[in-house]
């Protein structure tokens, strides 16, 4: 197998073949709607993340809100996804939003 190639999980989640926790996770939220929590601490992710249409919730460090779900939210979410893989991002999350499979 290489490190490319999804490995599926029990339960909703699906991540790659690597070891350890993802940078950005993708997800809904009771309260917020889709979200992604940045793990990463770094102004990269989030300024990614902000130009994906997500805004960071206040008062919540590294948790972003998508804007506008209802507008395409699952599309727009599962392209987030993909672009962040592509900027070499280890990105987990609930697997509406995994365009690989």
Do not use: K
């Not at 392209?79 to 900027?87: E, F, G, S, Y």
């Amino acid at each position: 197998m290489t490190s490319d190639q999804p490995v599926v999980r029990t339960g909703p989640v699906r991540t790659t073949a690597w070891t350890g926790p993802a940078d950005v996770t993708f997800g809904r939220h009771p309260e917020h709607g889709i979200v992604a929590a940045d793990r990463t601490a770094g102004a990269n992710a989030s300024w990614m993340l902000e130009r994906l249409g997500f805004h960071e919730v206040p008062g919540r460090s590294g948790l972003y809100a998508l804007g506008d779900p209802s507008r395409d939210g699952v599309a727009r979410t599962t392209a987030a996804v993909t672009l962040m893989r592509r900027a070499g991002y280890r990105v987990a999350g609930d697997s509406a939003f995994d365009g690989s499979h």
